[in-house]
């Protein structure tokens, strides 16, 4: 059975030891899952997908092989079962306790690019680094903040991301996505409510892919002002560290890593977790951190921010899963 037809819509780190994480109580109706061409894994650990490299499992994780796969699947997927949707885990962060039900993770036929003209169709899978890129080879500007944002389209088009002087509203055309009765959704840009960091569409809407305006420039001129993004990014932010990204939305005519330091909060640790010392806003997982750790981290940064400044900060990571060590 294929996808349902399309309708559009107008809407210094602390040494400890680790528990290994075992097989959770499979619950019944793990037992009757909908067959798929997919990858269905039960207890999947979720840490090493994720940039921080923490968290708990999966009770169960999803690989779909296709849109139709997919659509299929949350067809027959009993409604009371939650639904997580994760990409590269760039600006995620998994609890300790893992993720109850079913945790889906696009990749492969998801991850494609095509060009026509100056118009770019990504899929929700495609990296935001590799699209800028083939923008540049394509000869079309306006996308290269993307290669300064770290994760997937899908991502992107959920928070509207951006970068440098660029944000996913200002380039989309229309997008795609998929609602949990496995029913396509046709999205123009109004529909997608898109403001700064926030996308009004249903939470339940799994994107599919996004098309997105380019204009016609130089790829020479395109390639260095890419570059000029990735030294201006690798000279402010840490890199190759274990981060989530961009941890708080700046609030209205603010800057919330200026709030953060001002709040004393530069290189203050929780347990295996930091602030960073080279930017702020930016918590790093040492090498030994758990989950709790990071969040309660970001906790205690809101919380004297709040104390010394009156703005209640917003986290802009993806917090999922529950509390708790996982059984």
Not at 7 to 21: D, F, K, L, M
Not at 28 to 54: E, Q
Not at 135 to 164: C, D
Not at 238 to 265: H, M, Q, Y
Request: charged share 20%.
């Amino acid at each position: 059975m294929g996808a349902r037809p399309a309708r559009s819509t107008g809407r210094p780190a602390r040494q400890r030891r680790r528990r290994v994480i075992t097989a959770a109580p499979r619950a019944s109706w793990i037992k009757s899952l909908p067959k798929t061409r997919g990858r269905l894994t039960v207890d999947a650990p979720l840490g090493g997908l994720t940039w921080f490299r923490v968290g708990g499992n999966a009770e169960v994780l999803f690989r779909p092989a296709d849109v139709d796969d997919l659509a299929e699947f949350l067809t027959q997927l009993p409604e009371e079962i939650p639904v997580t949707v994760i990409g590269v885990g760039s600006n995620l962060l998994v609890r300790d306790g893992g993720v109850p039900g079913v945790v889906i993770r696009l990749a492969g036929s998801f991850g494609h690019i095509d060009v026509m003209g100056d118009i770019i169709t990504a899929g929700a899978a495609a990296l935001d680094l590799t699209v800028a890129m083939t923008a540049q080879e394509a000869g079309l500007t306006g996308l290269e903040f993307l290669s300064g944002v770290p994760g997937t389209i899908g991502g992107a088009l959920r928070m509207n991301a951006g970068a440098f002087g660029g944000e996913m509203k200002d380039v989309t055309l229309s997008a795609t996505a998929i609602d949990r009765a496995g029913t396509t959704q046709l999205l123009t840009l109004p529909d997608l409510g898109m403001s700064y960091r926030h996308c009004g569409c249903p939470d339940d809407y799994i994107f599919l892919s996004a098309t997105m305006q380019g204009h016609r420039g130089q790829p020479a001129a395109i390639a260095a002002k890419m570059a000029e993004i990735k030294t201006a990014r690798e000279d402010s932010q840490p890199t190759r560290v274990r981060t989530g990204g961009s941890t708080f939305a700046n609030p209205p005519g603010l800057k919330a890593w200026e709030l953060i330091d001002k709040a004393g909060c530069r290189g203050l640790i929780r347990g295996g977790a930091q602030v960073s010392e080279k930017h702020c806003n930016f918590l790093l997982n040492l090498g030994e951190a758990t989950a709790a750790d990071i969040e309660g981290l970001g906790e205690d940064v809101r919380r004297r921010v709040l104390e010394t400044s009156g703005v209640t900060l917003e986290w802009e990571i993806r917090r999922v899963g529950s509390e708790g060590e996982q059984a």
